[in-house]
């Protein structure tokens, strides 16, 4: 289900999630092993220091890797991720995260995340995917 199948099995799955809609994330663009989805941080964002609490930078970054690797058209889930959070955001920043895959394997896949705030990378986030269609 590669190509435009794929996509838009992507693009449903996005449409159905309450938590992405919820936190107010827009997708900019999927493809297969790839996409950009986006994030103005609200006031109920912050945490008591005044930036974006690291959860809801996870999130965004989180979003755009199961776009990215559920763009081959199949169902695919997070088996591990990490994040390194490099400068802080505040209330108002548009946040931009943009996902490409490095490596597919079998049912796994490797895919980094880079989260930025105009130029400025914010967040550097990596997945690890495993697919769990049935055939």
Do not use: W
Request: glycine share 14%.
């Amino acid at each position: 289900m590669v190509g435009m199948a794929g996509i838009e099995f992507a693009r449903r799955m996005f449409d159905e999630d309450p938590a992405s809609g919820n936190m107010g994330m827009r997708l900019i663009d999927a493809g297969a092993g790839a996409a950009v989805v986006a994030m103005t941080v609200r006031a109920d964002m912050v945490n008591g220091h005044g930036i974006t609490h690291g959860g809801y930078v996870f999130a965004l970054a989180d979003t755009a890797f199961a776009v990215a690797c559920n763009g081959y058209g199949r169902t695919a889930v997070a088996a591990g991720a990490s994040i390194a959070f490099l400068a802080p955001t505040r209330c108002g920043d548009e946040l931009v995260a943009e996902a490409s895959e490095r490596v597919r394997r079998g049912r796994s896949g490797i895919y980094d995340v880079t989260v930025r705030r105009g130029e400025v990378v914010v967040a550097e986030f990596r997945g690890n995917s495993r697919d769990i269609s049935r055939e």
